[in-house]
């Protein structure tokens, strides 16, 4: 079974670009996350998706981010236009149960964005 | 608010110690979860346990074994005889019922094996 899935895995834009993260969680995972790392800080939660609907989005820092989950397979988080503190690395997570809370959650190998 | 520390940055150990990575949480949740996850060089984060807030009995898992005390607010977390493989970084990560369910991680302890 595939685990869930990120691209890219590095991205090196200038201020004032757009990027576009993807993430493919596992197949049949209706909850999705993504989660940021700044510079070896701790890892911080952006937003949560159950299927297509934004179940929590309270950690998204500004109005530049912008997640969507069409369809409920995968979903895109879209920096625009992007800042030097956007760097980091994104990290995507899905877990199977909708509604289920607790439940241990995997995590892609992250995409490491770097704005220049 | 929810919050996780690990105030270990960064140890360094030779192959075959023990080591110990401490946790230390904070919520006003009486029902959440504590997890481990473990992040090796190839960047992604692997789930290594998860303990709900009734459960204090500690667990051992092969060379692993954890230590969960409500009293101290603490979840550390042994590597006893510890490998080279082990190395990388640990977080520690807390999710709460009525709070948020999404994963408060602590800043990381990254952990150096020598040989």
């Known amino acids: 079974e595939a685990g869930v899935t990120q691209f890219p895995s590095h991205s090196v834009i200038e201020k004032g670009q757009t990027v576009t993260l993807r993430c493919d969680p596992i197949?049949?995972?209706?909850?999705l996350y993504w989660y940021r790392r700044v510079m070896g800080k701790e890892i911080k939660f952006l937003l949560h998706f159950v299927k297509e609907s934004k179940q929590d989005e309270s950690g998204m820092p500004n109005n530049r981010f912008l997640a969507e989950r069409t369809g409920g397979t995968y979903s895109t988080l879209k920096v625009q236009p992007a800042e030097l503190e956007d760097s980091g690395v994104y990290f995507c997570a899905s877990s199977p149960v909708r509604g289920t809370w607790g439940t241990e959650a995997f995590f892609g190998q992250g995409t490491r964005l770097t704005v220049v | 608010a929810q919050k996780v520390t690990q105030a270990q940055t960064e140890i360094s150990v030779v192959e075959k110690e023990d080591v110990t990575l401490d946790c230390v949480y904070e919520?006003?949740?009486?029902?959440?979860?504590l997890f481990w996850y473990k992040q090796p060089p190839s960047g992604e984060l692997v789930f290594l346990i998860r303990?709900?807030?009734?459960?204090?009995q500690n667990e051992i898992s092969g060379r692993y074994s954890w230590n969960f005390q409500k009293s101290t607010s603490s979840f550390n977390f042994t590597i006893t005889a510890s490998q080279v493989v082990d190395s990388a970084v640990y977080f520690c990560?807390?999710?709460?019922?009525?709070?948020?369910?999404?994963?408060?991680f602590g800043s990381g302890t990254r952990l150096q094996v020598q040989p």
């Open positions: 197949s049949g995972h209706d909850n």
């Open positions: 990560a807390l999710s709460e019922a009525t709070g948020r369910r999404a994963l408060t």
């Open positions: 919520t006003r949740d009486t029902t959440y979860y």
């Open positions: 303990r709900n807030s009734f459960d204090e």
